[in-house]
């Protein structure tokens, strides 16, 4: 068995999550939803596995490094960490209608990841041979993935206010739909997701900056990476920063929390693909 083999099923196991997930909200049926879900546990024992075989993989090759070390391991590793949030959420809430508009995001990085990108392992180059990498790297991407859960759920809202409001009409709502959480349900997992993802972005960002003058001998350099990071911190910011001071929820908080994480994958793939800086070596 090989990490390669094992991101394969993951992949295939994310899909039919995506799938079967969708078909849920066609037929209504809360079997369909269980094995959607299994499908999901599946996935995510598949890639937890995947990253720990590679990590032996690379150690066999004589590199003492976690799997995190390049785009290709980041973004298995952020589809890892969208599962993790998201079968946290599942547990605590239920909302199984949520995994429609999440795994999506996973799947899609798995299949990239798996098509596109060059899996090859390689010897760290010198500024990432730092334990600060991985501490790094696992909070702002689960960070990251709170932000995926968030934006998913606010998508979904987005589509159930219109039509609650139209059921205040007299239109009630069905179909697929009434599949979905209320808007109220669907408004505060946006914030609880969020309230998960920026303590962790927030330390993510202490230990690059922490990483950064290990590396490079300052904390801060206003590197692309850097400051795009701080553009998405305080966007999440000034979102809790609104719902604590000023109330804001809905429709305003929905946006910005789709905001925010257009702002997110924009700071982690724009930046390494198309802007130049200490971090370019991400690309990679």
Known sequence: MTSSLLFNVTTIAY???????????????????L??????????AANTAAIGMRWYEAYALGFEQAPLSNLYESVVFFAWSILLIYLIFDVRYKHRAVGAFVIPFAFFGMIWAQ???????????????????????????I??????????????????????ERAAEGSPIGGILGMFPSAKVLDDLNYK????GFPMLTLGIITGAAWANYAWGTYWSWDPKETWSLIVWFIYAAFLHARFTRGWVGRRAAWLSIIGFAATIFCYLGVNLVLSGLHSYGAA
């Open 143 to 164: 960070g990251y993935a709170g932000f995926a859960v968030a934006c998913g759920v606010s998508t979904m809202y987005l589509i159930k206010i219109g039509k609650e």
């Open 35 to 44: 094995v959607a879900t299994v499908a999901c546990w599946i996935g995510f």
């Open 15 to 33: 899909f039919a999550a995506m799938v079967i997930f969708i078909l849920y909200l066609a037929s209504k049926g809360s079997k369909v939803a």
């Open 115 to 141: 098509w596109s990108l060059d899996a090859t392992i390689q010897p760290l180059v010198p500024a990432l041979q730092s334990n600060w990498l991985t501490y790094h790297v696992i909070t702002c991407f």
């Open 193 to 196: 997701a969020i309230m998960l």
